[in-house]
C-alpha cells in the first residue's frame, strides 16, 4: 500500500483533513514498531524465549493498519520496566506482546464502544489519573473511574452511534478524522462521592482509544451536545499527540505552568497548547449545531468553548516558544474560530 506524504500545509493545522491521517498513523505505529524492537533486543540477554517471542509479533504488524491501542500501552510498560530494571514487569511486557500475536489481537479494524474493565490501558489511565498531574474535582479529590453497567453501555454505544451521524451530517471532514483515527471509546463512571469534573482522557499510552465519562442526569438532556463536544475532543487530542510526534510544536512545553482555559489548576504551555488545538475544532462543530438546533443547551456550549479558545489562545501566543509548525498549526486554530 503507497501512502503519499501530504504536504506540511495540509498536515500541521486544525482543519479537519482525513487524507493525512494515513501518513501519520504509519508515522505513529513505525515509531512504536522500532523502539519495540530495541526494547526486545535489550531484553533478550536475560529473557531470550519470551523476547523472541515477543519479536515474531512485533515483526508481522503492520504499521499502515489501525492497531489495537493496548500494544501502546504494552510499549510504554515495557520502556518503564527497563528503565527501573524491574525483569518480572518486562516479562509480563513481553509476554503480553507475544500474545497478543498469537491471538491475532494487535489490529483494531472496526470502531468499538465498550466499558472499563482493569487491562493494561485502565491501569495506566488510572496511573495518570492518581499522578500529581492528574485531574481532582473541586474539592481536590482524586478521579476514580468505574465501569457502567450493561444497560448504560447498551444506551452510551445507541447515543454514540447517533451522534457520530450527526458529526457525518453537521461535518463530514471532521468526521472521516474520526472514523481513521480512534479505534474505541471507553465508557466510565464516576462514583458520586468524588464529585470529579473529568470527562474526557486520551493519552499517547494507549493512542487511539478514547475514555468518556457516561453523562450526569442533567447533562442527558442534550445527548448530541454533549457527545459531540467530548467526542471531537478526545479525537482532536489524539490527533494533535500524532502531529507532535512529527514536530514538537513548540519547545519551552513543561518549563512553565499558566492558567488553563479547561482545567481549574495551573498547567504546562505543553497542555495549553493541546487545549487551544482541541477547542478550535470543538467550536468548529458546535458553531454548526448550535445554527442547526438553536437551542440554548448548543449555544451555551458553543459560547463556552470560544470564551476557553481565546483564554488558551492568548496564553500560548504570550508565553510560548514556537516552531514553524506550532506557528502554523496555531494560525490555524484562529482561522477556525473566526469563520
Request: aromatic residues 6%; hydrophobic residues 40%.
Amino acid at each position: 500500500m503507497t501512502i503519499v506524504e501530504p504536504e506540511a500545509d495540509t498536515l500541521f493545522t486544525a482543519r479537519p483533513q482525513a487524507a493525512r491521517i494515513p501518513a501519520l498513523r504509519r508515522h505513529v505505529n513505525e515509531t512504536l514498531v522500532r523502539d519495540l524492537g530495541q526494547y526486545i533486543t535489550s531484553a533478550a540477554s536475560l529473557l531470550p524465549h519470551t523476547s523472541a517471542a515477543a519479536s515474531r509479533t512485533v515483526r508481522h504488524i503492520a504499521p499502515a493498519r489501525r492497531l489495537n491501542p493496548h500494544l501502546f500501552t504494552l510499549h510504554w510498560m515495557l520502556q518503564g520496566a527497563l528503565r527501573a530494571q524491574q525483569p518480572g514487569g518486562v516479562l509480563t511486557a513481553l509476554g503480553r506482546l507475544a500474545r497478543a500475536g498469537g491471538t491475532g489481537d494487535c489490529y483494531r479494524p472496526a470502531f468499538t464502544v465498550d466499558t472499563v474493565r482493569w487491562d493494561l490501558a485502565d491501569a495506566e489511565a488510572s496511573t495518570f489519573l492518581l499522578s500529581k498531574d492528574g485531574p481532582r474535582s473541586q474539592h481536590k479529590e482524586v478521579v476514580e473511574i468505574a465501569d457502567v453497567p450493561a444497560t448504560e453501555l447498551n444506551q452510551g454505544h445507541r447515543r454514540i452511534d447517533e451522534t457520530l451521524t450527526v458529526l457525518r451530517e453537521l461535518d463530514p471532514a471532521m468526521h472521516a478524522e474520526f472514523s481513521e483515527l480512534v479505534a474505541t471509546v471507553r465508557l466510565f463512571r464516576r462514583p458520586a462521592i468524588t464529585g470529579s469534573t473529568t470527562t474526557g482522557i486520551s493519552s499517547l499510552r494507549y493512542w487511539g482509544q478514547m475514555y468518556l465519562r457516561y453523562p450526569d442526569t442533567h447533562e442527558q438532556d442534550d445527548w448530541t451536545a454533549f457527545l459531540l463536544e467530548h467526542l471531537v475532543h478526545e479525537a482532536s487530542h489524539i490527533l494533535l499527540h500524532a502531529l507532535m510526534s512529527r514536530d514538537p510544536l513548540l519547545t519551552n512545553g513543561f518549563t512553565a505552568r499558566h492558567q488553563a482555559p479547561i482545567r481549574s489548576d495551573h498547567r504546562p504551555l505543553y497542555g495549553i497548547y493541546h487545549a487551544m488545538f482541541v477547542l478550535s475544532r470543538v467550536h468548529r462543530v458546535l458553531a454548526r449545531y448550535a445554527d442547526a438546533v438553536a437551542t440554548p443547551t448548543a449555544r451555551a456550549a458553543r459560547d463556552l468553548a470560544l470564551q476557553r479558545f481565546h483564554m488558551g489562545y492568548a496564553t500560548v501566543m504570550d508565553h510560548a516558544d514556537l516552531t514553524a509548525q506550532g506557528h502554523s498549526v496555531a494560525a490555524s486554530c484562529k482561522e477556525i474560530v473566526a469563520a
